[in-house]
Nanobody, 126 residues
Framework: QVQVVESGGGLVQAGASLRLSCVASGQSFNTYSMGWFRQAPGKEREYLASIRSQNDARYADSVKGRFTISRDNAKNTVYLQMNSLKPEDTAVYYC????????????????????WGQGTQVTVSS
C-alpha cells in the first residue's frame, strides 16, 4: 500500500498563496495516480484535483483556475499550488495515492485511492 505524507499547510490571509507537497513511498511513483482532497468541519471530503501523468491534470470546478496540481517523479512528490485563497478554502487538505491508473470517472471518488496522508491544515483568514 502506498504511503504518503503531506506538508505545507498553514495560516494565511485571504488572497495569499500556499504550496502543499506530498511525498509518496515506492519505486514506481511515475505510475501512481495522485489526488488532493480537503475536508472542512462538518462537511464531506471534497475532491480538488488529480494527476495521472505530467499532462493529465484534472480539477474540480470549485478550484479550477486557482489551484494547480503537478508532480515531480524524480522526487516522488506531488504538489498543489493554491492561489487567491479564500476563507472558504479553510480545511484539512489530504493527499491520496493509488499505484496504477485510475479511470477518469473514478478520479473524484475517495474510494479510488488506497493511500492517504494524515492531512495538513490550511486556514485562510479574512
Amino acid at each position: 500500500q502506498v504511503q504518503v505524507v503531506e506538508s505545507g499547510g498553514g495560516l494565511v490571509q485571504a488572497g495569499a498563496s500556499l504550496r502543499l507537497s506530498c511525498v509518496a513511498s515506492g519505486q514506481s511513483f511515475n505510475t501512481y495516480s495522485m489526488g488532493w482532497f480537503r475536508q472542512a468541519p462538518g462537511k464531506e471530503r471534497e475532491y480538488l484535483a488529480s494527476i495521472r501523468s505530467q499532462n493529465d491534470a484534472r480539477y474540480a470546478d470549485s478550484v479550477k483556475g486557482r489551484f494547480t496540481i503537478s508532480r515531480d517523479n524524480a522526487k516522488n512528490t506531488v504538489y498543489l499550488q493554491m492561489n487567491s485563497l479564500k476563507p472558504e478554502d479553510t480545511a484539512v487538505y489530504y493527499c491520496a495515492a493509488r499505484a496504477g491508473r485510475i479511470i477518469v470517472s473514478a478520479l473524484p471518488s475517495p474510494s479510488s485511492y488506497t493511500g492517504w496522508g494524515q492531512g495538513t491544515q490550511v486556514t485562510v483568514s479574512s
